[in-house]
């Protein structure tokens, strides 16, 4: 039963069908072939799943806040403000790409929205002060991957939403892992550099800042739920921001409303999906087995940790991160648990080896926006990404060996005991 649905979804991936697509075909399959399951299971999981979960309403309005706070000034301030932190720096329009990376990704929670708001700023005066282009584009899309780390973070949403916990512990994991892979990105950054000789920047309000506080403020506070965290983001984005940077003006408002809800219906679509997709699988018991086999492969937590980080990494080459989080969170899970990996240890390693795909082909998402704001092919880019990459696959070890970088500050907080 779980092989026929899993023969079929591969199958219509690699034939690049999309992802929701190949989800609900492998699971028809599995329903008409095997007379023991109803095709009915399909529609019945699909509404009930999106129907009975608040949380998941997180998703769709942290994809507004983050496209309004992109198109309204936000990312210009961030810049503004990172400039005055580390431009004096050798090569400080670099840092600033860095620093402006792990501030927006707490506005925005999506690497494909920090790239596509800073990089349009970033990359061309980042080429007019000297720096060359290839290296610019590269610094951009690989710090990206930040947004899905630092919180607010949708795939951080779509795990918990998956193995049933905290949010806020989940976003709290990720400050410390976040911080990591900038100190990561930053070393690549200092020798390349001190060796090309990039210039330092002169130095140049806060209140598009205010966002990330806000949503983790309110969050642990107790002011508010993650749901309604993203809500007030929503408001704030809407209407603070506007008022001291006047870059948004309401003919703007439809195009934003409308592409937020083309991403969102496109994740809504998947989560429905996977929730027959995953039914099918448990109830064959598919999950269990693939646990048993990967304890018979990888006998220890730490080894399997490493079988995941590869897995991921290999999957990030042709899914998206919420793809692979949606596909393999309820096949892995279990394995994890049992062999004593805790819940949010876990769900911080797969949402950062999930992150890599966005910037390695063929499909990942940043790279095309790196290179359609460039114009450079892929191939005079693959080479400058490869010591941010290094710096981020080290980073991901790191984190994964050692469980207290994530649960330390959820633990401090009081999410998880």
Known sequence: ???????????????????????????????????????????TRFVGLLSDSFLILAAPLFILA????????????????????????????????????????????????????LGTFLIPQMVRKG???????AITISTAIMAPIIPPSIVAVIYAWMADESVAA??????????????????PTFIIARKRNYPREPAPTLAALMIPVIIMGGILIGWFTPTEAAAVAVVYALTVPPLFYRELAWKDLPGIFADSARLSGVIGLIIGLVGAFGWVLTYSKFPFRVAEAIATIAPTWWLFMVVVIVLYIFLGTFLTPSEIILVTVPVLLPGAQAIGIHPIHFGMVCVIASAVGHITPPVGL???????????????????????????????????????????VPTLLGFIK
Request: proline fraction near 6%; aromatic fraction near 10%; charged fraction near 10%.
């Open 66 to 117: 983050g496209n309004i706070a992109a198109r309204g000034g936000v990312a210009r301030a961030i810049i503004d403000f990172a400039t005055v932190i580390v431009g004096r720096f050798r090569g400080g329009l670099a840092y600033v790409n860095i620093l402006d990376s792990m501030i927006f990704g707490g506005i925005s929670g999506s690497a494909v929205a920090d790239v596509s708001a």
């Open 170 to 187: 989940i976003f709290a994991g990720g400050y410390v892992p976040g911080l990591l892979v900038g100190i990561g990105m930053a070393v």
């Open 131 to 137: 720096y060359d282009k290839d290296f610019a584009t």
């Open 1 to 43: 039963m779980a092989e026929t649905l899993l023969i079929v979804f591969v199958v219509f991936v690699v034939l690049g069908m999309p992802i929701g697509v190949a989800l609900g075909v492998g699971t028809l399959a599995a329903a008409l072939f095997f007379p023991t399951l109803n095709p009915i299971i399909i529609p």
């Open 366 to 408: 940043c790279l095309f926006v790196g290179m359609a704001i460039s114009g450079l092919p892929m191939d005079k880019l693959l080479k400058p990404l490869l010591p941010f990459l290094a710096a981020i696959i080290v980073v991901l070890f790191l984190v994964a060996f050692v469980p207290q970088t994530v649960l330390f």
